[in-house]
């Protein structure tokens, strides 16, 4: 089992940045990849961002290319989310995702809320 503990959301204005982070514990050396996934109301939950547990991403959602940026801290398990340029449209619940292979994803965190006012 892999547990995924989230943190960083928040309120903010657009135009300000953002950082949120996923701590991973557990059976770690199992994970493959790791990713950032967001679902807004009445929305499905979307890929942000996603990449190898070795650390090269392997992928960026069009809408947040330029703005986002997702990385690791190897020593410490954790995957990071840099958002800069927040927008309104940005607005959702973001949950990070690891799984054992690619696009797959086995475990959740329990999600933070990112909200960006106008």
């Known amino acids: 089992q892999v547990q995924l503990v989230e943190s960083g959301g928040g309120l903010v204005q657009a135009g300000a940045s953002l950082r949120l982070s996923c701590a991973a514990s557990?059976?770690?050396?199992?994970?493959?990849?790791m990713g950032w996934f967001r679902q807004a109301p009445g929305k499905e939950r979307e890929l942000v961002a996603a990449?190898?547990?070795?650390?090269?991403?392997?992928y960026n959602a069009d809408s947040v290319k330029g703005r986002f940026t997702i990385s690791r801290d190897n020593a410490k398990n954790t995957v990071y989310l840099q958002m800069n340029s927040l927008k309104p449209e940005d607005t959702a619940v973001y949950y990070c995702g690891a799984g054992g292979r690619y696009n797959s994803y086995d475990y959740w965190g329990q999600g933070t809320q990112v909200t960006v006012s106008s």
């Open positions: 557990g059976r770690t050396s199992s994970i493959y990849s």
């Open positions: 990449l190898r547990w070795s650390g090269s991403t392997i």
